[in-house]
């Protein structure tokens, strides 16, 4: 792995059939063991139940409020600063209660692949 800087640029961002927004930050082949996106969800909306096999996701949340469920527990409120672990496996969906956009950094391990994504609906 080599120094690296790698600028933000909201031109990549993009919708996903989960119903939010994603600009992937740090996901590549010279860094396997962590990815980074982040995430943007509009107000009122609700993911799609989904999982992720092999990888643990991390949530930290950036900015607006929200409802996590992670498999069969009670939704639990989500705000700014927020730290929500997420297991390979895991079914979640996120709502956003706020008035505004909700976002949050997802944190991989190993890093995300898209293959290992599991829609549940």
């Given amino acids: 792995m080599k120094a690296l800087i790698k600028q933000f640029n909201v031109k990549n961002e993009y919708y996903t059939s989960e119903k939010c927004f994603i600009t992937e930050l740090s996901n590549s082949t010279d860094d396997p063991d962590l990815s980074i996106a982040q995430a943007r969800v509009e107000a009122g909306v609700t993911t799609c139940w989904h999982r992720v096999q092999n990888t ?3 949530y930290y949340i950036l900015s607006g409020e929200g409802l996590m469920e992670l498999g069969d527990t009670a939704p639990q409120p989500v705000r700014s600063g927020d730290v929500v672990i997420i297991p390979p ?3 979640q969906r996120i709502t956003n209660t706020g008035n505004s956009d ?3 950094l997802a944190i991989c391990s190993p890093r995300f692949l898209q293959n290992n994504y599991q829609e549940i609906e």
Avoid: A, M, T, Y
């Fill in 56 to 58: 643990v996701e991390r």
């Fill in 89 to 91: 496996l895991c079914k």
């Fill in 102 to 104: 909700l976002v949050f």
